[in-house]
Nanobody, 114 residues
Framework: VQLQASGGGLVQPGGSLRLSCTAS????????MGWYRQAPGKQRELVAH???????NYEESVKGRFTISRDSAKNTVYLQMNSLKPEDTAVYYC?????????WGQGTLVTVSS
């Protein structure tokens, strides 16, 4: 399985960005797709994930600001990020997990700064 992420960039505080991640290869229909982030000097943390059934879970600090969604037909997961804050600055990684294991995409840098 290969994951290709896109959509990062520089945005001012209060702005919005949308990340996308498309999976290719041998993909099981039952899986969990998600986004993690790693800020400088910090450990990688879960931002949000969504199951193939549509159940979602969010890290507390992004609730109400970020929305995760997926298009299973396209094997794509999205992360809509609104009201961005400087503390959201990090490299964001997409992830897919299924019964065969966990897979990671390359990171995409999100910088929130004025």
């Amino acid at each position: 399985v290969q994951l290709q992420a896109s959509g990062g960039g520089l945005v001012q505080p209060g702005g919005s960005l949308r990340l996308s991640c498309t999976a290719s290869g041998s993909i099981l229909s039952t899986n969990v797709m998600g986004w993690y982030r790693q800020a400088p000097g910090k450990q990688r943390e879960l931002v949000a994930h969504i199951t193939s059934g549509g159940w979602t879970n969010y890290e507390e600090s992004v609730k109400g600001r970020f929305t995760i969604s997926r298009d299973s037909a396209k094997n794509t997961v999205y992360l809509q990020m609104n009201s961005l804050k400087p503390e959201d600055t990090a490299v964001y990684y997409c992830n897919m997990a299924n019964s065969r294991g966990a897979y990671w995409g390359q990171g995409t840098l999100v910088t929130v700064s004025s």
